[in-house]
């Protein structure tokens, strides 16, 4: 009941023709069962590589390699973060990239991701509505070690993500999908604009 059937259509649709998909909420909306979903329906002949802080997704499809992060020991050694794996995950060839969620810096990572051609990647991020997911992309793309001015980082993104889904955790407890929207061009101050599709 968390959505209805001509969304599911639009959503598979929108996997079939290859879009970057970022899926967004608040905590406990429900965002990393829906990428779960959203990403069973990847066809099973394609690469597909994820990357988490701990292991949640469960995908089923034959050619995955599955990568999780590891927080540094108590010498302050060994520490392996999302944003490195992004970069590893790029030489293993990967149709697409799914990342459980993005908190910090390897927003800027994914975003070179999916405009590199790895087309179909998907995240998670919090954030409530669809131009804010945008801009909480940004806020964290501009907390990477990469000196880049905000104009650049805002059109990288902009050009990287084509739908966004939110969701949210109701009063009576329920989860339901708020909002599928489409990422539209940045307007001429340079402003981000989405579209409602649902």
Known sequence: GALDAQMVRFIEACIMTKMNIIVAGGTGSGKT???????????????????EDSAELQLNQEHQVNFESRPADKFGKGQVTIGDLLQSALRL?????????????????????????HGGSMSTTHANTPTDTLRRLESLALMSTVELPLVAVRAQGDSAINVVICCERLHD??????????????????????????
């Open 173 to 198: 407890g329920s989860r339901k999908v708020t909002a599928i929207s489409e990422v539209l061009p940045l307007s001429e101050k340079g402003e981000y604009r989405t579209q409602d599709i649902f």
């Open 33 to 51: 069962t829906l990428l779960n979903i959203i990403s069973s329906l990847i066809p099973n002949d394609e690469r597909i590589l994820t990357l």
């Open 93 to 117: 060839r990967p149709d697409r990239i799914v990342v459980g969620e993005v908190r910090g810096g390897e927003a800027f990572d994914l975003i070179q991701a999916m405009n590199t051609g």
